[in-house]
């Protein structure tokens, strides 16, 4: 059975990055790993609409997704997070039925994202299907963005499906964006999708770091318990039951 993904999103509040930081690294990430959703890959949004945070985990099932979203725990702790970010929203994907046969791991050097999201026309699903398989997929991989995954729309708003491409470098992005075979690829989709809108996501790691740069003393300055009082009590989940 292939993963479920879900992706939760927002921005941080303007003023409060230094605890921000540091609620990502010693609370979000570790609780989040103790209810079985690890993050396993961070984004953060240079090009296009809608939060600039993207934080993406797996599941083996919808049901182990539910089952951390319904814990105590996680919902006191996205009550807490909620003081040092806005726009919080988040969506459960599953793989779309269009995806390649062989499923490509991201590789480590993909460090950019190209991320196409649409709904497709009424009465165009075969002919969309068809142009998945036998023209956009190939043409992707053509161009230098081979499509890596394709998800479907469980539970969420927005639109149901979802083309994720990685890059090298935004140099290598923007080579296959300028590319006049990738213009007339997305005018002949444009025939058989709407809603369609794209955006360019590089690693989370990049702004973390350039956070650091700028924030680094005020964020190590930080204590744990001036933390806390920020953004109210604390559970150990090393410790629950």
Request: charged share 25%; with cysteine; net charge negative.
């Amino acid at each position: 059975m292939e993963p479920i993904k879900f992706v939760q999103s927002w921005d941080p509040v303007a003023g409060r990055k230094q605890e921000y930081a540091s609620f990502i690294t010693w609370e979000f990430q570790p609780n989040m790993k103790a209810l079985g959703l690890e993050v396993v890959s961070g984004w953060y949004t240079l090009m296009g609409r809608g939060p600039h945070i993207l934080i993406e985990s797996l599941a083996a099932s919808l049901d182990q997704v539910e089952r951390a979203l319904c814990d105590e725990g996680f919902r006191e702790m996205l009550t807490r997070f909620m003081n040092l970010v806005t726009g919080y929203s988040s969506r459960v994907l599953e793989p779309a039925e269009w995806k390649t046969g062989r499923r490509r791991e991201a590789p480590s050097q993909g460090e950019v994202k190209l991320v196409q999201a649409w709904d497709v026309l009424p009465g165009e699903q075969e002919a969309y299907n068809r142009f998945m398989r036998e023209i956009y997929l190939p043409q992707m991989e053509a161009i230098g963005l081979a499509v890596n995954s394709g998800w479907h729309l469980m539970i969420g708003s927005g639109p149901q499906l979802f083309s994720e491409a990685l890059a090298l470098d935004l140099a290598s992005l923007s080579k296959a964006l300028s590319d006049e075979r990738y213009l007339r690829l997305i005018m002949r989709m444009e025939d058989l999708v709407t809603h369609y809108e794209s955006r360019v996501l590089i690693r989370y790691r990049t702004f973390l770091d350039v956070l650091h740069d700028i924030y680094g003393r005020a964020i190590r300055a930080v204590a744990p318990d001036e933390m806390h009082s920020m953004v109210g009590p604390v559970i150990d989940y090393g410790r629950r039951e």
